[in-house]
């Protein structure tokens, strides 16, 4: 039995949400400065290693990074939409 399969190493802060965002095979996770990964799980097209293919940073101006304090996923299967909706302790939505 196998008890760690892989290893992030990205965030600089405690990370504070790790998301699986279904159906896609996609994991994201976010720190206490707002850092928010996308990452492609192993075994997607052939791929065997975890793949980052989104950073993004939380701004509520250019200078305060804003942590993200919900996250939650939507996907409408009949017209292929998906929406990621981020919350976060400014109270700002964002879609």
């Not at 892989?6 to 998301?19: C, G, L, N, P, S």
Request: hydrophobic share 45%; aromatic share 10%; glycine share 6%.
């Amino acid at each position: 039995m196998k008890l760690k399969e892989y290893e992030i190493r990205a965030h600089k802060d405690e990370v504070t949400i790790v998301k699986f965002l279904k159906p896609f095979p996609l994991l994201m996770t976010s720190d206490s400065k707002g850092v928010m990964y996308i990452w492609l799980l192993p075994g997607f097209l052939g791929r065997d290693v975890l793949t980052c293919v989104v950073k993004w940073i939380n701004k509520h101006s250019m200078e305060i990074d804003i942590p993200i304090s919900a996250v939650d996923v939507y996907y409408e299967a009949k017209t292929q939409s998906f929406l990621l909706l981020i919350g976060d302790e400014k109270g700002d939505v964002k879609i």
